[in-house]
Every structure is written in C-alpha cells, then in structure tokens.
C-alpha cells in the first residue's frame, strides 16, 4: 500500500521525527511511513551497521536522516542523539519511543536482571527517551508515541517482566499526557498486536505455533509494520490535535478475548522444548 495514496505526501514536510530502536522491526516500519509523508527522521539503536542499513532504506524514500549510536538506558547518549538531529534537521516535532527487549521465559525462571533488563529498556528507556526531548517538543509543540502492548493491559504466559514494563508505558504516557498538555505537548501510545516479520514476532511467536496464533486473532491475519505505521501517522498528524493520553490498539482483535489462546499455546510450545 503506497501511503500518499491516502495522505498528503508533505504531510510532515519541514517536521522532524525521531524513532529509538529505529534500525529494525516496527519502528523501522514506523520511520519509513513518516519518510514516505515527508519527514526528516532521527533514529537511535544499538548497532551502528542496523541503523546505516536502515538510514540507506529512509533516504531511497527522500528523507534526510539523522543516525546515531545511543541505547536508551543511556540518558547522556540520548540527549546527545537529539542534539545532533537539531543541528542536522531542526527539533524534534514528534518522538516515538520504540526501542524494546523481550523474549519469553516463565516468570519462576526469569532473573531478576532479565526482568530488570527488559523494564530498563522499555520502560526507564521510554522516560528517558521523552524527558530528553522535553525541549525538543516544548519547542515544537510536538507529540510523542509510546509503544505499549497488549500485555500492559492482560497477563500472557512467560511475558511477566514485558507486562510490567509496558503497563508502566502506559501509566506514564497518561501522566505524561497530563502534565505536558499545557506546553502544547501530545502523548499516546500504540499497542501492537503480533506483527510479521520483525524480532518480536520471532522471540513470541515460534514459528512451530505460528497458525494457532493465527487462527485466534478476529481478523485472520497477523500485522504487518504499515499497520503500526499508519497508526503512527495518523497520530502524529494535526488530524489528532485533541488525542493526547490515548492508547490506540492495533492488533486485529488480538486482545479481545484475552491471552487464553495465546498462553495456553506458548504454555505447551515451552514445555515441550
Ligand atoms: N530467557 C531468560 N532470561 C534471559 C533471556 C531469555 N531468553 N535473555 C536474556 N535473559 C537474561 C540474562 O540471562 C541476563 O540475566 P542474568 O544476568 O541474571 O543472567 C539478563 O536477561 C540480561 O541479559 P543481557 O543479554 O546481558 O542483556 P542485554 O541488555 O544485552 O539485552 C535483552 C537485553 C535481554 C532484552 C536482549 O534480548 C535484547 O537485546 N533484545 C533486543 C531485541 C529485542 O528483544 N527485540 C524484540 C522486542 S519486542
């Protein structure tokens, strides 16, 4: 689907955005839709030779983009990041706070540093994340989209230490949404359902249970990265100038029934290991 079939192919010219974890996944998805509307992007990510490949993709679609090596539990490195993407392509007008780590493992064998790893990336992460671009956004009036998930809002099997982070997300892109309105600043988040061919999908969905999962999802299918990235657009653009402490689900029905389906399959694919 050719995005500026449906939406003004300037629609973020002159606009900046910045994805952490943008080299990969969804949040590369994410870059190349706002790329493709117009944008000037920034991304960050942990491996210098994802975020060249990456930036290659952004600016075949017409982009001009910022890379720069920052992990987001890194506070300076980011602040640093966003620096450097005001000099080369002006202030941030909107965030999106996409870096992540997961995979599964039953809570009584998680560590505590596997949980606290995954809570630092996804949740310390994301605060960091919106707090160094505090003037970025002040500045813009911009907006922020946090990635949230399903399992913010409902228990999956071997997903404890993800649940919490991401609930946390949600809690503080509420907060956020609250105290930064009157600077003119927007938070939402995005809560994903299983999207195909990304890093998640391979750590959450093994590809020995992949149809099951399949077959429980409403819509019938799984998502791809331009689901997400549609829903990135249409939040960042001036259509959802009064959206701000929405959390947006696009997962095709996924978490209507809760994770039963989804637990009790995992559940099963772990133990037989
Ligand atoms: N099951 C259980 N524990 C695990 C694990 C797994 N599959 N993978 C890592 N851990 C634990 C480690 O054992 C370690 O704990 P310990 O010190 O008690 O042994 C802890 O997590 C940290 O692991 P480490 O590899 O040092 O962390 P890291 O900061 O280098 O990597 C991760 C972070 C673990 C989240 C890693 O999977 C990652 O980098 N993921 C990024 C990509 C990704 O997950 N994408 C999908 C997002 S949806």
Known sequence: MKLSEFWPSSLFEDKTVFVTGGGSGINLGIARSFAALGARVGICGRTAEKLEAAAGELEALGADVTIAVADVRDFDALAAAFEKTREELGPIDCLVCGAAGNFLSPAEALSPNGFKSVVDID???????????????????????????????????GQVHAGAAKAGIDNLMRN?????????????????????????????????????LKASIPIGRFGSVEDIGQAAVFLASPMASFITGSLLVVDGGQNLPGSGVYSQVIMKAMSTK
């Open 123 to 157: 949740l310390l992460g994301s605060f960091n994340s919106a707090r160094a671009a505090f003037d970025h956004l002040r500045e813009t009036k911009g907006s922020i989209i946090f990635i949230s998930a399903g399992q913010a809002f409902t228990p999956y099997y």
């Open 176 to 212: 956020l949404a609250l105290e930064w309105g009157r600077f003119g600043i927007r938070s939402n988040s995005i809560a994903p359902g299983p999207i195909e061919g990304t890093e998640g999908f391979r750590r959450l969905a093994p590809a020995s249970v992949a149809d099951q």
